[in-house]
């Protein structure tokens, strides 16, 4: 157990929550305002003992406790008023997590015990009806460890927003099927840190690693009943706890040391961690139908948004949404965080349905909600890397760009816009449809200043991205057109129906020589617009190399080859990755393809000038912005007005036939030179200003300029 210095405190002021010591000895505290009385229950085996926590203040429960030694399995028991339609739902049968437990022991086995309110063997609930089976012999123990881990001199890398290029990726999936990871490592928390996965993510040029949720997590009743289980982890059972599935070590210390090993090895390696965390909701689901695991019992009136009913109030899909309306859950949350960055010393956190967690008393989006004002503030957590999904599933819930600083956020609409320019379009070409016209692609070409520009975000606000965990992956996207989810076991009726996906003319895989060459190059002009635009970009693991996932585009229940990476990769698989090597290379050579302020339309001090030019090699009429039949764009990046000038144009040319293209004729251009183009053209060809180059169909191809 860590021991942090605190200031003395009165006996009647609650010591922090959890298990902790002070200069008084050992204590425990938990949040539970309605309860009328509260047990610490240590276990010994199976053998457990009770100890009441006397004193209470302010909602918060506390006394001194007999020593807890690192190892110590606990939780506790609360009892207070049985009243579904208050929204109470206490029970002292049931053994609680600590909300603030560092560490989980054990499973959920799905018995009726579980579940506080009666519930049968066959399922069937009574939710007015509480339950009198005990739950301990069915549920985890929180467990007590120790932080003091040798750091070895751990340092953040603290890569800066303008040079960062986030990698999303699974602890199991990313590491599963590694050849050169030990196999009793091979999906842990150790096989992150091991020189093979290194050595890849370094080689690829990615500086910040994002894992999908590491906090310790329960599989769904009905998944496990149907025998699945949730691969992705968005269901958390405690928001202070490693989950102990992804260990290679067998015991809750283990776990906790396995994990922070992973991260010192990865700042090592230069390499910056970024949580996805799920604060939103949690795994005891809707009050009615979901197990008493934890805060349900502990206060569910406070822990959980509730109607006048006592009724959960769902934004998040899931049956719960946890309430930070309330200061103390909120400080629930707050506190989570420091914890990981203080005692795991990751780097920063990707915040699962955002909107969520900061919706007001009327139930609306609220920009100066006290979490916001707190990540603002807090000193620990305005320092690290902050990213937004902005939209959850209740009313009014997506706000893409209406997020304060320091928050970045994923923009769906970069991703919507560029898979519509590549690929939706191009399909709708194909049958005669005009496609979408080029002014919304633009905007995010240009850093999506409309979105972001307000408190001067744009454009390191805007996490560029076109391909994620959610969603097919980037080569799916260029294979299938609709989603092939029967594996997932609801009769394909999850998923994404509205996926801007072109199979190129076949669904699926083929052996067609000219469609897999179609397809590849599809995919290489979606990596490159990703990569080459203000912003931050993002990669989806294995992505940069082709992953399939057999066009199944909601992967959450496979814990199999369809989610795990294969690193045993084709001829062509083996070109893409060096292709994506290529382009963050060019990428971190070309600042101004990365700048820290919205590039402007004119020459101005210290910024990047953007222009848009046709085909021709004129600059874009106005009148050509809504045209829904135009399918080329050169966009043109430069510094020329600076002392150290420098330019850079991208042809993006989506059309169905090839294009002659004529090289921006520009003030401060001598010459222009091919650097990269997804047909594969040689690079280091040089091109005249106004001279034509001929570029192929649905193509991109990059020049960049030698300054006077």
Known sequence: MHVAARPRRS?????????????????????????????????????????????SAHGVWWDLVPDLSP?????????????????HRHNPHKLLLDPYGHAVDGWVRWAPAVYGHAVDEGGHARPDVRDERDSAPFVPR???????FDWQGDVAPAVPWTDTVVYEAHVRGLTMRHPDVPPQLQGTYAALGHPAVLQHLVSLGVTTLELLPVHAYASEPDLVRRGRYNYWGYNTLGFFAPHPGYAAADHPQGVVDELKGAVRALHAAGIEVVLDVVYNHTAEQASDRGPTLSWRGLDNRTYYRLDAQGRDVDVTGTGNTVDLRDPLVTRMVLDSLRHWVQEYHVDGFRFDLAPALVRGDDDAYQRDHPFHVALRTDPVLSGVKLIAEPWDVGVHGWRTGQFPPPLAEWNDRFRDSVRSFWLADAAGAQRGAPGAGLRELASRLAGSADLFGHEHRAPLASVNFVAAHDGFTLADLTAYEQKNNLPNGEDNRDGHGDNRSWNHGVEGATTDAAVLAERERSVRNLLATVLLSPGVPML??????????????????????????????????EALLEQTRELLALRRELALLRPAAAPTPGPVAGRTRLRWFEEQGLELPAAA??????????????????????????????????????????????????????DGAPAGSPVAPGQPIQVVARSLTVLVGSPA
């Open 11 to 55: 006996s009647q002021t609650p010591p922090p929550p959890g298990v902790s010591r002070s200069a008084l000895g050992t204590e425990a505290a938990v949040l539970a305002r309605h309860a009328t009385a509260v047990d610490l229950c240590v276990f010994d085996g199976d053998a457990e003992e009770r100890v009441p926590l006397r004193r």
């Open 71 to 87: 190892g110590t399995r606990y939780g506790f028991r609360v009892d207070g008023p049985w009243s579904p339609a208050q929204g």
């Open 142 to 148: 929180s467990v007590v460890v120790d932080h003091g």
């Open 540 to 573: 989806a693991a294995g992505d940069e190399a082709g992953r399939t996932q057999g066009g199944n585009n909601n992967a959450y229940n496979q814990d199999n080859s369809t989610s795990w990476l294969s690193w045993r990769r084709s001829p062509a698989q």
């Open 625 to 678: 912005w809504g045209d829904p039949w135009r399918r080329t764009l050169v966009v043109l990046h430069d510094t020329l007005h600076q002392p150290e000038g420098a330019a850079v144009a991208l042809v993006m040319h989506a059309g169905a036939d090839p294009l002659d293209v004529v090289a921006p004729k520009v003030e401060g251009v001598t010459g222009w030179r091919l650097r990269w183009s997804s």
